[in-house]
């Protein structure tokens, strides 16, 4: 094809670049039009016919398209062998085992592509059977993969080494056992492949089929010498992995051969843990016989922890019932690992969201209190009503106090105020509205704030009268105020406060409540919810023994303000002076 254009000696050197263009046309044509021979539904006689014409050029046959292939990986690719033999015969020998930008060979092409015919012909004709590609998989990893087991044994009887180390250092029968190829484990076991060979993570074939669960696979690798008690470089055993696979007849095999539930990996995980985060209900009960409470002990976290994180109730349920604590609390260097040093599975489950898991939780006997940021706060930041109810029928303290940035009055009410439902739930369960009154200005004109938004107040001590009027939030006082006030039976506001509170549309009924005697009912409410105590208010079973008619109960526990009980979410409850 070259040769068909003439060019003069005496060419001048800016007619180089020319005849360079000119060139690279002439080798892009040639690739395209064997491109379009190869894919070109004519006639078998006529293909062939026109690529004995092509193939007197045979220089082109050496030019790669910008992808990297070579006509041969073109002609590999094609189901008509003839086409390749032509070709293959058309091409200088150095091209046999070039690769394109993807590190393919002709073979490889010829593997990927399933075309056993053309897989025959090139090894026949002396192609390497263990290149490796850019990803390094050899042809013999490659024909795994697209599960060509005829493939696979022409590469095998053709020389492809069976225990090539190929990425990560994983041998063929790592890729078989991993996508559960039986026959070709098998086969490659007989061609004598290494049953235990470990991947550069540690990793064996018995253990990448346990993570998938391929039994009759591992069953073979045990029968053949696998070490059922081999660990990867963290030091994950075999039925670590399979705990994460989840099936219950590949945990039950490698326990017939003796695997031990008690080996913890380098993070001191064990397979129960694996298994009940993952959720795997079946695999958990063949562990939690045979793994020792000292050994959950030492690693510093309960299956309890894992199945509330990973969200997995009936999982959770189970190992309630199997005698598991809900109070014990992470180990303290597993604590570090949180930014929030958490320590109770109550708080995974209400960090979750998790209304089930935390309502088995709590019903076993957890504790709502235990964590540094106390799982109440935890559900108003998420302002999940159905999650604060709960936790606070629970026991949840009401009245905690954030470790940062504490105010004098409890904190839950910073969480509330733009919200009524919850602002009355939190009064409803016994939150201290006396501590938001207190002002030790009382009447006397507060100091000025140095900066807009700031006040010279310790700010761990910071008064519910600084926080309400501050710019931003003084337009929700009145609401707030007029709320509180059905709480509490005579206060005194500072005089911050009456300031704000009197540019408010609730002001004329404030200040009634504020200036006149409050009735005797709601007097005697206030008593006898202070004698009862907030723990016993919540508790349900103690007020059934309160000598009282149910109405009386009723308006003790501020029935007609649950407007979360009423489920009243989009409406405002009465503001009326009881």
Known sequence: MYNAIYISDDNSDDEIPTQQAIQEIITSVFCVLLALLCTWPCVMDTRNHLF?????????????????????????????MNILEI?????????????????????????????????????????????KNEEGDSPLVVAIKYNSYEIATLLINSGAKVNLQCVHKRTALHEAARLGRKDLVKLL??????????????????????????????????????????????????????????????????????????????????????????????????????????AIKESGISPIHSAAAGAHPQCLEFLLKSGFDANFMLDQRIRKGYDDRRKSALYFAVSNGDICSAQLLLNAGA?????????????????????????????????????????????????????????????????????????????????????DGWTSTVIKDTMFCEVITLSWLKHLSGKVVRVMLDYVDHVNICWKLEAVLKEQELWADINSILTNPRSLKHLCRLKIRECMGRLRLRCPVFMTFLPLPNCL?????????????QKNFLGTSNLNCA
Not at 407 to 420: M, W
């Open 87 to 131: 070709t293959f015969k058309a091409s200088c020998a150095a091209t046999w085992e070039q690769t394109t930008l993807k590190g393919e060979t002709p073979l490889l092409v010829a593997v990927r592509n399933c075309f056993v015919d053309n897989v025959r012909f090139l090894l026949f004709n002396g192609c390497n059977p263990n290149v």
């Open 367 to 451: 504790l709502p209190n235990q964590d540094p940021v106390n799982c109440l706060q935890v559900a108003l930041r998420m302002g999940n009503y159905e999650l604060m109810n709960l936790l606070l029928r629970h026991g949840a303290n009401v009245n905690y106090f954030c470790r940062v940035n504490t105010t004098h009055f409890p904190s839950a009410l910073q969480y509330a105020l733009k919200d009524e439902v919850m602002l009355r739930m939190l009064m409803n369960y016994g939150y201290d509205v006396h501590r938001c009154f207190d002002c030790p200005r009382g009447n006397t004109s507060h100091s000025q704030y140095v900066t």
């Open 189 to 294: 076991l007989r061609s004598g492949a290494d049953p235990d060979p470990r991947s550069g993570y540690g990793l064996t074939p018995l253990a990448l089929a346990a993570q998938a669960g391929h039994t009759e696979i591992m069953e073979l690798l045990l029968q053949k010498g696998a070490d059922v008690l081999s660990q990867a470089m963290d030091c994950s055993s075999v039925l670590f992995e399979a705990a994460g696979g989840g099936n219950p007849d590949s945990l039950s095999l490698l326990l017939e051969y003796g695997a031990d539930a008690n080996v913890p990996k380098h993070s001191g995980h064990l397979p129960i843990h694996r298994a009940a985060y993952r959720g795997h209900f079946l695999a958990l009960k063949n562990l939690v016989p045979v793994t020792n409470f000292d």
């Open 553 to 565: 109960k009723d308006y003790i526990l501020y029935k007609e303000y649950d407007l979360y009980g």
């Open 52 to 80: 004995r014409k092509l193939v007197r050029h045979s220089s082109a046959f050496e030019e790669a398209d910008p992808q990297g292939w070579l006509p041969v990986h073109e002609a590999a690719s094609q189901l008509n």
